[in-house]
């Protein structure tokens, strides 16, 4: 119906339950509902049932079309032959199942984790269909995870869950509005300067209030310098008492490819490693977690945190006295630092020991490569 076109028009029709349609492709129509002023869109799939859309209330009819071609263009011409409807929760489980299915356990588990904390069961944005979300909705959800965090730590979990709908929807047939979860990140100015740095005297007095465990852990950190998960999943099989070197591994960049490094032990590091190698079948934890399985994050987090609250209640020194925001991460910045820093070890060395690229040691620890340029300057000249 051409009158569909005009404002003026509509609200003139006659009101009535059925809408008013006009047919925008074969069976798929756009339906205006005179009296309530209210647009609907539906769809007859291939096997003759029926889908119908609400889009509320438009003044325009051309945004009424927009928005129904929109919804159209995901559910009749997706790739999958039958659309999932569910909510965001939905949504995000089929990120997890998909993440297993490809064999990475390990991942599902911790995103999992993260969507439990972030979009749990009680969350209202959570029960929400997928494709009634709209921005204003994932704004106000936003808002609700700022309590007690960080801006950089809301953006973290922002983009875990973002990521997550666009996989739904691309890629498991999930119907939703993708523009709806682009959000600008928030602002923060201390982004670039949030990694903490521990020197040598913090991080012994850091470890003697740790559990056996965790102590075992972190002082693995200092001798590898290893992001936190890497070292938490290495087994015994991975350290080479011979040749005195550790294989670690992790899963980062585009397509998340495995990625393996030896790296390079002291004398000293090797024989930690020995001790914990010791008498352990090749597949077990090479450092146990407290139940002598293999660590998972959210255990080291929460146990750093209550060693270093432990350590800074006996400090007798500033020194000794360990940063607010010490995470395990902490280890790994204070080893690439000291390596560039005291020992002179040249950029791209360090970088393929700890699994890192030039770009990141220039931009988080190049202070500390023209410290030691600086120092070696000034020996030339004397």
């Known amino acids: 119906m051409k009158v569909l076109f005009s404002n003026s028009v509509r609200e ?18 756009l ?25 509320g209330r438009l003044e325009e009819f051309a945004e009424a079309k927009r928005r129904a071609e929109r919804w159209l263009a995901q559910v009749a011409h997706g790739p999958y032959r039958v659309s999932s409807r569910g909510s965001v ?9 998909y993440l297993r299915s490809i064999g990475r356990r390990a991942t599902a588990w911790d ?29 106000l959800w936003r808002r609700g995870l700022r309590r007690g965090r960080q801006p950089r730590s809301v953006n973290r979990q922002v983009r875990a869950v973002t990521a997550a709908l666009n996989f739904a929807v691309s890629k498991r047939g999930h119907v939703g509005n ?31 209030h740790c559990p056996r465990a965790l102590a075992a852990l972190l002082t693995g950190y200092s001798h590898t310098g290893a992001r936190p998960s890497e070292l938490a999943l290495a087994t015994a099989a991975d350290f080479d008492p011979i040749a005195g070197t550790l294989t670690l591994r992790h899963r980062k960049g585009r397509g998340s490819k495995l990625r393996s490094r030896a790296v390079l032990l002291s004398n000293e590091g090797a024989a930690f490693f020995r001790v914990h190698a010791r008498d352990k079948l090749p597949m077990a934890p ?42 395990a991460y902490s280890f790994r910045h204070s080893r690439i630092s000291e390596l560039l820093q005291l020992y002179g070890i040249d950029p ?15 931009k988080y620890y190049f202070k500390f490569i023209s410290s030691a340029m600086r120092e070696k300057l000034n020996a030339i000249a004397g």
């Open 12 to 29: 003139r029709l006659t009101p009535r339950r059925e809408p008013y349609w006009i047919q925008l492709a074969q069976g798929s129509y």
């Open 31 to 55: 339906g205006f509902r005179a009296g309530a002023g209210t647009w609907i869109v539906r769809h007859r799939k291939r096997d003759g049932q029926q889908q119908f859309h609400s889009l």
């Open 89 to 97: 929760r939905d949504a995000l489980a089929s990120y997890v199942r």
């Open 111 to 139: 995103v999992g984790k993260r969507f439990r904390l972030t979009v749990g069961r009680k969350s209202p944005f959570g029960r929400m269909r997928l494709e009634d979300v709209r921005r204003e909705d994932v704004e």
């Open 178 to 208: 993708r523009e709806a979860w682009q959000l600008e990140q928030l602002i923060d100015d201390a982004e670039d300067s949030a990694a903490v740095f521990l020197t040598a005297e913090q991080r012994a007095h850091l470890i003697a």
């Open 286 to 327: 090479l450092i146990s977690g407290q139940d002598g399985g293999h660590w998972r994050a959210g255990d080291w987090s929460v146990a750093i945190r209550d060693a270093a609250a432990a350590a800074n209640r006996t400090a007798v020194r500033l020194s000794q006295r360990i940063p607010l925001h010490t995470t």
């Open 348 to 362: 791209l060395t360090v970088a393929q020991q700890c699994g890192t690229s030039m770009l990141m040691i220039e």
